[in-house]
């Protein structure tokens, strides 16, 4: 292994945790910094405070040892040389990203310089975040040849992040120094040099000692650009085949078969050609806001993003309106509501589809049954149980006398789910999919009325044998 490096991490929550353990898997020694008491003490107890594959395993093995977590920044600037910014940059009311947080954890960086430093950016910033950075620790009496901030945005998606994180499709690195540029390129070098894929105890995923990472060298502003751009365009991918979908469905037409014939083209591929109730998270929602907001402050016309944001938007109404079409009316109906995080395989529900159409549904008077493998806990902070609001233990459980049953995420569990079982327990076999997790033909061979995104509607025809999509 290449020589170790001290690393601090500020910031615990998806990206930092992910970050740190991560870079203790590769060989290093890093420092955690959240100032939330509660979440250190559980960090160091060993609760993950996530949903994240790989991620319990690797606390469990670095967690006080080659990792420690801390409330105390000015501790770890002193003890490490590297620094790693993962704090949050939530959206503000104009649609910029916020950098109160960043501009706090400068100022405090600052007070606790003792000797050459490399502050890296791995929170989602908006460009010309490194001068100010730059600005607001040099004004904090640092001199200017005492540190460098670095760029080096993350591309993790949430449910795959460690994989992600140590399997990535590149390596970014923005910076305006060469000493800077060989400390960030030392991090990586097992990764970027294979060292780390040769350990049998590895984790598994794309790369290999033959096949290891590329390692990309920008400028600052370069590499800021690049995050915010990779965001803006999966979710224009995805606001795209949306409507496609919708074109779809108005024609007639099949979009799975229209998607697998646009995505064979090697210009395009196949992912993100997805279709379901539009995109939602951490990211791409406050990402392409920030992204459209900074163009418009440097003048450029962006107002591309402003149309995926648009379509975005339209696609949960127009899931409301299919449902609806199902029902005729929605006040007093029962539905069970499968997912509520924005994704499968995590169980955050920032941002999340899922969560604005159990509001809408309530909002029209409906009763709502809902199971998410994971997300639960966090939903009912956001819409308490009530009479028309409960939680279910499972699939069936929330099924039971329902009117119709929706699907919102794509969990692979609701890929799998038992269908005769279902149509047994519910009060009308409707099923309506978000995500497009099923076949119209296999569920009308088990009795369902089926409706999908940008797919005819499959209903069974009971009088004879004859099937029709």
């Not at 400068?106 to 600005?135: C, F, L, M, Q």
């Not at 970027?192 to 598994?204: K, L």
């Not at 418009?296 to 409301?320: A, P, W, Y």
């Not at 005769?420 to 009308?444: A, C, K, S, T, W």
Request: charged share 25%; aromatic share 8%; with cysteine.
């Amino acid at each position: 292994m290449s020589e170790p490096i001290q690393i601090a991490v500020v910031g615990s929550g998806y990206v930092g945790l992910v970050a740190a353990m991560c870079f203790a898997e590769m060989g290093h020694s890093v420092i955690c910094v959240d100032n939330d008491e509660r979440k250190v003490a559980a960090l160091q107890g060993g609760d993950t405070l996530i949903h994240e594959n790989h991620l319990p395993q690797l606390l469990e093995r670095y967690r006080n040892t080659k990792v420690r977590f801390m409330t105390d920044l000015g501790e770890a600037t002193r003890s490490c040389q590297a620094i790693f910014v993962a704090v949050g940059t939530p959206q503000s009311e104009t649609g910029d990203a916020d950098l109160s947080y960043v501009e706090a954890v400068a100022s405090e960086i600052a007070r606790s310089i003792n000797g050459y430093k490399v502050i890296i950016e791995k929170s989602t910033v908006p460009v010309y975040t490194n001068e100010w950075i730059r600005r607001v620790i040099e004004r904090n009496g640092v001199a200017r040849d005492a540190f460098d901030v670095v760029s080096n945005p993350e591309f993790l998606r949430e449910g795959t992040a460690v994989e992600d994180f140590l399997h990535p499709d590149r390596i970014v690195i923005g910076a305006d120094s060469e000493r800077a540029s060989a400390l960030l390129s030392a991090i990586y070098a097992p990764l970027t040099e294979g060292e780390y894929y040769r350990r049998s105890d590895a984790i598994p995923g794309c790369c290999s000692t033959l096949k290891p990472p590329p390692l990309l060298l920008t400028s600052t502003k370069s590499a800021e650009i690049i995050k915010h751009a990779s965001n803006a365009f999966l979710a224009l991918k995805i606001s795209f085949i949306n409507a496609v979908s919708n074109l779809c469905e108005a024609a007639d037409a099949n979009v799975e078969q229209v998607a697998q014939g646009i995505g064979l083209d090697s210009r395009i591929g196949p992912k993100f050609l997805r279709p379901g109730i539009g995109y939602g998270g951490s990211c791409f929602p406050k990402d392409v806001a920030a992204f459209r907001s900074v163009a418009e402050q440097m003048g450029v016309d962006f107002s591309l993003l402003s149309e995926v944001e648009k379509i975005n938007v339209n696609q949960k109404k127009r899931f409301l309106s299919k449902v609806r079409s199902a029902l005729w009316t929605l006040r007093g109906k029962r539905l069970a509501v499968l997912g509520l995080a924005f994704k499968g395989d995590t169980d955050d529900i920032r941002e999340s589809p899922a969560i604005d159409l159990v509001q809408m549904f309530l909002g029209e008077g409906c009763t709502i049954v809902a199971y998410d493998p994971a997300a639960m806990k966090r939903a009912e902070a956001e819409l308490p149980p009530s009479i028309q609001m409960s939680y279910a233990a499972g699939v069936a459980e929330a099924a039971k006398d329902a009117d119709a049953l929706l699907i919102l995420t794509d969990w692979q569990e609701f890929a799998n789910m038992d269908l005769e079982q279902l149509r047994e327990v519910m009060r009308y076999p409707i099923v309506i999919d978000g995500r497009n997790l099923y076949d119209p033909r296999h569920m009308i061979d088990n009795g369902f009325t089926y409706l999908s995104i940008g797919r005819p509607a499959a209903t069974p025809i009971r009088e004879t044998a004859t099937l029709v999509i």
